[in-house]
């Protein structure tokens, strides 16, 4: 863990780059941009780029990131906790006292975020409504296709059981993010996969190569 500053207007994490960190704000405050449009604001005691810790989904490496962060120019600097998301989740695997404890502050946190933007709709600051609403849409969207992108390629699940693994997880985060499967399939199809590649937990590829060693196998013992 360590401490980072970020200087006013100065981004965490740009839209379309891989990020390897999760934040949380303890200082100042950070505001969220989606094409360049404003989506929300992060305070202290928000969490940033959490993607799924929540939901127990532990994917480590560095994840795309759906929007663009930078410090809020009221403020100097902001003040952050930075982790290295493998790092975290590493001894989040290793202590599930600290996981069960990270999991409550992230669920409880979320909570604050959404009672934020809804607050920002009541009190009419959004200028632009149904902007500010596909906007957001298109983010959330993002992210999770980031999410399985990470999910499909990560070390983390580099075999079948570890990938079934992953995925029962991915499917409660689906669950609490009302994630229907034309999403999901969406979000596989940007990532050059299918419905019947993830059921199967690997690229079809993959399995025409095992069905011709088994075929030879067959073959050589005949």
């Not at 981004?11 to 929300?40: A, H």
């Not at 998301?85 to 409880?108: F, Y």
Request: contains cysteine; negative net charge.
């Amino acid at each position: 863990m360590l401490h980072s500053f970020i200087h006013s207007r100065h981004p965490s994490q740009s839209q379309g780059q891989p990020n390897p960190y999760v934040l949380l704000v303890i200082e100042g405050e950070m505001d969220c941009y989606r094409d360049g449009i404003k989506t929300y604001s992060l305070e202290k005691g928000n969490f940033v780029s959490e993607l799924g810790l929540h939901a127990g989904l532990l994917l480590d490496g560095s994840i795309q990131s759906c929007c663009t962060i930078v410090a809020n120019d009221t403020h100097a600097q902001t003040r952050c906790l930075r982790w290295n998301r493998s790092e975290l989740v590493d001894l989040l695997e290793r202590e599930t006292g600290i996981r069960r404890s990270l999991k409550a502050a992230l669920s409880w946190d979320i909570v604050r975020k959404l009672k934020a933007q809804r607050e920002s709709i009541m009190e009419h600051k959004i200028s632009d409504p149904e902007l500010w609403t596909l906007k957001r849409t298109e983010q959330s969207e993002d992210r999770y296709a980031s999410i399985v992108q990470n999910l499909l390629t990560s070390n983390s699940a580099n075999s079948i059981g570890d990938f079934k693994k992953r995925t029962k997880e991915l499917d409660h985060y689906r669950t609490i993010h009302h994630i229907d499967d034309e999403h999901h399939r969406l979000a596989l199809k940007k990532t050059g996969w299918t419905l019947e590649e993830y059921d199967a937990g690997e690229k079809l590829s993959v399995q025409a190569i095992k069905q011709d060693c088994r075929d030879s196998l067959h073959v050589e013992i005949d």
